[in-house]
């Protein structure tokens, strides 16, 4: 199986938080990785003739690199969730280097765009705009197009950070037509939200525009029992509704999705959440 097509194939992302989707991707990789290298093992001791061991040998050692990259940028794409972008930056820093010790375009690519999003959350839009940029360009090149909604969707909030929202509007564009394209669905409802955010930025839509993509997102994330999007949206919905005197409309809407969660009370999108129920009750 391709390597861009093999996550697609991860099973069970229902409800669970964010940081759990992330890490149950990663272990359905490591284990699918593992599987691989145990069956290439076996078929090498029990049933290849020895002309064959070096090449066999050359696949294993392939893979066992590959599964390695798989780790860290999995790893590294969870902590840029969980705003650890210390964390993230330090792990995307090793998917690339890996992926020149082979020459592994996609993984670079990978690698790149992800670093480029560790700063665009970490207030250097125009540093993360070239780097998402040059990794998108590379990512390109390989046929690959899974992630390209979630880095087109950080490529769309740098953009939108130097009020370039033209290019903003046309990442979004490019990400939702991604999702329909590939079917990549996991990260449609933060697609709607962030899209919402941008919306706020101009007068000119107006803010029915702006209600209207966090009402989107909601609905999405709804429908896909994503809580952790869900709460985003709601977030993001609340304070929009707050900020037109709708105090009570908004605490409704927010304080039940709060309420869902039962642990991850130390991440950063419960405490923010935390913080804004407070708020809307003082």
């Known amino acids: 199986m391709p390597e861009s097509n093999e996550l697609a194939q991860c099973p069970g992302v229902g409800n669970e ?3 759990c989707v992330s890490l149950r991707k990663l ?4 284990r699918r990785s593992c599987v691989r290298s145990a069956n290439a093992l076996v078929l090498e001791q029990l049933c290849r003739p020895p002309q064959t061991a070096k090449p066999r040998a050359e696949r294993l050692a392939r893979e ?17 969730l969980c705003a ?45 705009i070239q780097m998402i940029t040059s990794g998108i360009t590379m990512y390109r090149s390989t046929g690959s197009r899974l992630y390209l909604p979630i880095f087109l969707s950080h490529l769309s909030r740098a953009r939108a950070e130097l009020d370039q929202f033209d290019q ?4 979004i564009g490019e990400a939702m037509a991604a999702v329909e394209t590939t079917g990549e669905r996991w990260y449609e409802a933060e ?21 209207a993509y966090f009402e989107r997102a909601l609905t999405v994330a ?3 029992q994503a809580k952790s999007w869900e709460l985003r949206a709601a977030m993001s919905m609340a304070r929009f ?3 037109q005197g709708m105090r009570e409309k908004a605490r409704a809407l927010l304080a039940p999705i709060y309420g869902w969660f039962t642990e991850g009370f130390d991440t950063v999108d419960l405490k923010q959440a935390k913080a804004l129920l407070d708020e809307m009750s003082s």
């Open 64 to 80: 066992a690199m590959s599964g390695k990259r798989y780790a860290q940028f999995h790893t590294s794409l969870t902590n840029v």
């Open 84 to 128: 650890k972008y210390a964390a993230a930056n330090a792990q995307s820093s090793e998917v690339v280097r890996l992926a020149d010790e082979k020459g592994a375009a996609l993984w670079k690519a990978l690698g790149t765009m992800q670093k480029g999003c560790v700063l665009a959350q970490s207030g250097k839009a125009s540093e993360a």
């Open 222 to 224: 709804h429908a896909q």
């Open 241 to 243: 509704w707050h900020d």
């Open 17 to 19: 938080t964010v940081e």
């Open 191 to 211: 697609i709607h939200r962030v899209t919402g955010e941008i919306a706020l930025k101009l007068p000119q839509l107006g803010s029915s525009q702006a209600g």
């Open 27 to 30: 272990q359905y990789v490591r």
């Open 168 to 171: 903003a509007w046309r990442c």
